[in-house]
């Protein structure tokens, strides 16, 4: 079973608009929290990193919040841009292993 | 630019041949690591080199090798290969923290 998992799976939305992508995992101990974004056909980009003991990260539009109790993470895009559409990977690190976990990403895709 | 670069760009081949990929790491960065993404599928996690030396190994096939030269650049050698090969190879480096992994632009391996 994978210890990082990704919800939705896809979703599309209107120029402009507000996401939010969730991300559930039961790595632990863990060191850090990480999101990448993945442009079609490209390597992947980090967007946020998060210890932790931080709640919340941002960079630009994009806001990784983390709750370490309940094991769980977002990814909140504000108004979302043709440029958005990518996949969302969400990595946790643990904190005695160099092998990273992997969610399977979400899709999203920007409309005009 | 994460200053990785890997190199075929594109690699077509055929069932049962040899290629070999390679990666340089970002300057500075010791480590190494080798990625797998089939279409549509997550990241998975192959190899791991740091310094030269074997590091991790994830879910790496005995038909693939790896090696970190002297010089920190790598090679991944993949044998035998079958149809279910073909997929975005991904190479990573990190510091000496391995708290942030820059990844390359990828090599897309198509076996026919």
């Known amino acids: 079973k994978n210890q990082v998992e990704q919800s939705p799976q896809s979703l599309i939305i209107l120029e402009g608009k507000n996401c939010t992508l969730q991300?559930?995992?039961?790595?632990?101990?863990?060191?850090?929290l990480r999101w990448y974004k993945q442009d079609t056909g490209r390597g992947p980009v980090s967007l946020t990193i998060?210890?932790?003991?931080?709640n919340t990260k941002s960079n630009g539009r994009y806001t990784a919040t983390l709750d370490a109790d309940t094991k769980q993470s977002s990814l909140h895009i504000t108004a979302s841009q043709l440029s958005d559409s990518a996949s969302y990977i969400c990595?946790?690190?643990?904190?005695?292993?160099?092998?990273?976990?992997f969610g399977a990403g979400t899709t999203v895709t920007v409309r005009a | 630019d994460s200053g990785v670069t890997q190199t075929p760009k594109h690699l077509i081949t055929a069932t049962g041949q040899r290629v070999t990929l390679r990666c340089s790491p970002r300057?500075?960065?010791?480590?190494v690591y080798w990625y797998q993404q089939s279409l549509d599928q997550g990241l998975q996690f192959l190899i791991q080199?740091?310094?030269?030396?074997?590091?991790a190994k994830g879910n790496i096939l005995e038909r693939f090798s790896a090696q970190q030269f002297p010089d920190l650049h790598s090679e991944l050698n993949l044998s035998s290969l079958e149809l279910g090969d073909s997929a975005l190879y991904f190479c990573?480096?990190?510091?000496?923290?391995?708290?942030?992994?820059?990844f390359g632009p990828g090599t897309r391996l198509t076996v026919l």
């Open positions: 990573a480096s990190s510091g000496r923290s391995g708290n942030e992994q820059f």
């Open positions: 991300c559930n995992y039961t790595v632990s101990p863990f060191s850090n």
């Open positions: 998060m210890t932790f003991s931080e």
């Open positions: 990595v946790v690190s643990p904190l005695d292993d160099y092998k990273l976990s």
């Open positions: 300057s500075g960065d010791l480590s």
């Open positions: 080199y740091y310094n030269g030396e074997e590091r």
